[in-house]
């Protein structure tokens, strides 16, 4: 069995994001389709002693309410990386792992270029090598479906890439329903089932939807254990040592 998984490329996600990329044996970003507004593309919640709080990437979207994930830039008119690193490092500098990692980021989102898509890719692959998560990556841009029913084009993805089972977020149940499109095209639907233990964390009660950077300033080479889905699990989900405070290149998806 061969199983994928189609999400839009999001900023910095949660666990469970990161749990599916996973399990599964292809993950494909999602960057063809509309900007949503509001949405997790530029944003995401990390935890404070006040409770959660935005980190966001300004976007230019003036007159460009219909653009594609991957068109979408960054408004680079204001010191938004400056700000919003000072943010992370005010709330995290006490966590165990914050030195590993927050070189790692600074890097990353002061030289984010202006390619909201690239920004948020290049920085869920950089997390997935500190997780030791390695499936294949691809884009759905590189197929090339055009304007199409949203399940098809899951169901056209999954068979691009020769895939046999897809596992799907539970709140697109909504929208796929029963799944008919992937039956008639013999493909196995599966959804996730978000079933996570709590991990060590600061400022008060526990928190689980927050950014992953949460996982990994407070966990470091623990992180991987927290963020796989029960029944999926994969041996040697650690970090390796030497991807720690490393330079990150920008990687190439086949």
Request: overall charge neutral.
């Amino acid at each position: 069995m061969k199983r994928a998984a189609i999400i839009q490329p999001s900023f910095l996600p949660w666990r469970g994001y990161f749990a599916i990329i996973q399990a599964v044996d292809v993950f494909i970003f999602l960057d063809d389709v509309q900007y949503d507004r509001r949405g997790w593309r530029n944003r995401n919640k990390i935890k404070t002693p006040n409770g959660t709080q935005w980190i966001s990437v300004p976007i230019d979207s003036k007159g460009r309410y219909d653009q594609l994930i991957m068109d979408t830039r960054i408004c680079n008119e204001t010191f938004w990386a400056r700000k919003l690193l000072r943010t992370v490092e005010l709330n995290y500098a006490k966590a165990p792992f914050f030195t590993s990692y927050f070189p790692w980021l600074s890097e990353r989102l002061k030289n984010a270029g202006e390619s909201l898509s690239e920004l948020d890719i290049q920085t869920t692959l950089d997390i997935c090598d500190f997780l030791n998560f390695k499936p294949e990556f691809k884009r759905s841009s590189e197929l090339n479906l055009g304007p199409i029913d949203r399940t098809d084009r899951l169901v056209r993805l999954c068979k691009s890439v020769g895939a046999t089972s897809y596992l799907s977020g539970p709140s697109a149940q909504g929208y796929i329903g029963e799944g008919e499109a992937f039956k008639k095209a013999g493909i196995e639907l599966e959804f996730a089932h978000y079933e996570f233990e709590p991990y060590p964390q600061g400022h008060g009660a526990f928190v689980g939807e927050v950014s992953i950077l949460d996982l990994l300033f407070h966990c470091g080479p623990q992180a991987g254990k927290y963020a796989q889905l029960p029944g999926y699990l994969k041996e040697d989900c650690g970090v390796a040592p030497d991807m720690l405070n490393a330079p990150h290149e920008a990687h190439t998806i086949a």
